[in-house]
């Protein structure tokens, strides 16, 4: 069974602050790693990565993929109270299995 | 990014009627349609795999006789909970597949919140 797994499960920062997310995972067939980002509604798309793409950057947010080791880390970096959200990592072979998301609260 | 909408947006239905979801991909098409749900302070569980043009692919453990899929058109899939019953209250969230340069990133509607008096 696909397995993947986020932590920490949740943390607290003061604006301007770095924030490092990590998730690991186990997939029979791994084909792609995405990022999203929950606030009150339905997930947002953040970034996808593959083995062609291992690493992304928009903005203050930027996210690796290490295949060998199997994780990703996902960076937010000066943070700001609307980064407060909860940020889920998924992997994909045909369909996407989820972590258990990181709770991040950013304090003013 | 391609965008998903879902209807309605929260629904109040009482035990033993059923509800219809609808959800659209607006500027796309999608052969393949994703139906999750989630309990508060918990992840995604995907439910079924919606195909255009054939029947879904529940995962295990979802009832397809109390959720019934329907991908009618390459831009609707709808999803009907039937004789709802209060421990059915829940987000339902859909998503719509999109291919990425021989990738798919997938993209969510903003969910459907269901509650079963």
């Known amino acids: 069974e696909d397995k993947v797994v986020q932590s920490p499960l949740s943390l607290v920062v003061h604006e301007g602050d770095t924030v490092t997310l990590n998730c690991s995972y186990e997939?029979?067939?791994?084909?792609?790693l995405l990022w999203y980002k929950q606030e009150k509604k339905a997930p947002t798309f953040l970034f996808m990565l593959?083995?062609?793409?291992i690493e992304k950057k928009s903005g203050r947010l930027s996210s690796i993929l290490d295949k060998k080791e199997l994780f990703s880390i996902l960076n937010i970096t000066a943070t700001q109270t609307g980064d407060s959200a909860i940020y889920l990592c998924a992997v994909s072979d045909y369909k996407l299995s989820f972590g258990a998301g990181t709770t991040v609260t950013v304090r003013a | 990014g391609a965008v998903v909408s879902q209807h309605p947006s929260w629904v109040i239905c009482k035990s033993g009627t059923s509800v219809k979801i609808e959800c659209r991909s607006l500027d796309f098409q999608a052969t393949t349609m994703f139906w999750y749900r989630q309990f508060p302070k918990q992840s995604l569980m995907l439910m079924a795999t919606s195909n255009e043009g054939s029947k879904a692919t529940y995962e295990q453990g979802v009832e397809k006789d109390k959720f019934l899929i329907n991908h009618a058109s390459l831009t609707l899939s709808t999803l009907t909970v039937t004789s709802a019953h209060p421990e059915d209250s829940s987000f339902y969230i859909c998503s719509a597949r999109v291919a990425a340069g021989g990738y798919y990133e997938q993209y969510f509607g903003p969910g459907t919140r269901l509650t079963v008096t």
């Open positions: 593959t083995s062609s793409g």
């Open positions: 997939v029979t067939n791994f084909r792609s």
